[in-house]
């Protein structure tokens, strides 16, 4: 698609300078804003403690789905999720084995 011809980008250029300079400040304003940098820069939200915090929240809404909302109440709750998600990565880790076992990448 050509851009320099799109009926948006023709309308684009009678717009007002007064204009032009509010919008440029919004985005101004909006590139300032921490989102953004999060978005630019989106490695520090691709962490592992955040992948990790990702897992565990997936686990307590199953958990709440499987068995109501009131096993969040129950003593033993945060060990369940616990042990879920050591179980869920140890299986990943499992799994990471036999593939690289079947790529002959393992020593």
């Known amino acids: 698609m050509d851009f320099k011809n799109s009926k948006f980008v ?8 007064s ?4 919008v440029f400040k919004e985005i101004q304003d909006y590139k300032i804003n921490s989102e953004y940098i999060d ?7 691709e962490s592992i403690e955040y992948d990790n915090i990702k897992l565990e ?10 068995f ?6 129950s003593k033993s709750y945060n060990l369940l999720v616990d042990a879920v998600v050591h179980n869920l990565k140890k299986k ?3 799994a ?5 076992d079947e790529l002959g990448l393992k020593d």
């Open 19 to 22: 204009i032009k300079g509010k």
């Open 10 to 17: 023709k309308s684009l250029k009678n717009i007002t300078p």
């Open 92 to 94: 990943q880790l499992e």
């Open 57 to 66: 929240n997936m686990v307590k809404e199953s958990l709440k789905k499987e």
């Open 96 to 100: 990471f084995d036999n593939i690289e």
């Open 39 to 45: 978005y630019v820069i989106p490695e520090k939200k």
């Open 68 to 73: 109501g909302p009131d096993i969040e109440k």
